[in-house]
């Protein structure tokens, strides 16, 4: 989802600066502004609600890649030291 909400965020972006420019009308661009903020709160909600137990999938939907939050992933610099002690 955060890949595909960027792409979404930067067309607003862009259409936001046409409206600035006086080429598209205000409430044009209010509608779209409404569409895209709604989807970004809606669509990762519905996600987390219908597998609220897999972590992978919470994680994805709150734009997180699954390496960041592996569970298998290697001990990090500061475990080690704290296991070598």
């Known amino acids: 989802m955060s890949s595909r909400g960027l792409?979404?965020?930067g067309a607003?972006?862009?259409?936001?600066?046409l409206m600035l420019?006086?080429?598209i009308p205000g409430k044009s661009t209010a509608i779209l502004n409404f569409f895209v903020?709604?989807?970004q709160d809606v669509f990762p909600?519905?996600?987390i609600l219908q597998f609220?137990?897999?972590l992978g999938v919470v994680f994805g939907a709150?734009?997180?890649?699954?390496?960041?939050?592996?569970?298998s992933r290697p001990a990090g610099l500061w475990?080690?030291?704290l296991v070598a002690n």
Do not use: K
Request: aromatic content about 0%; proline content about 3%; overall charge negative.
């Open 7 to 9: 792409l979404h965020v």
């Open 12 to 17: 607003i972006l862009v259409i936001n600066g």
């Open 21 to 23: 420019l006086g080429v």
């Open 37 to 39: 903020g709604t989807m």
């Open 45 to 47: 909600t519905i996600i």
């Open 52 to 54: 609220p137990d897999d």
């Open 62 to 71: 709150a734009g997180c890649t699954s390496a960041e939050h592996s569970r």
């Open 79 to 81: 475990d080690r030291r």
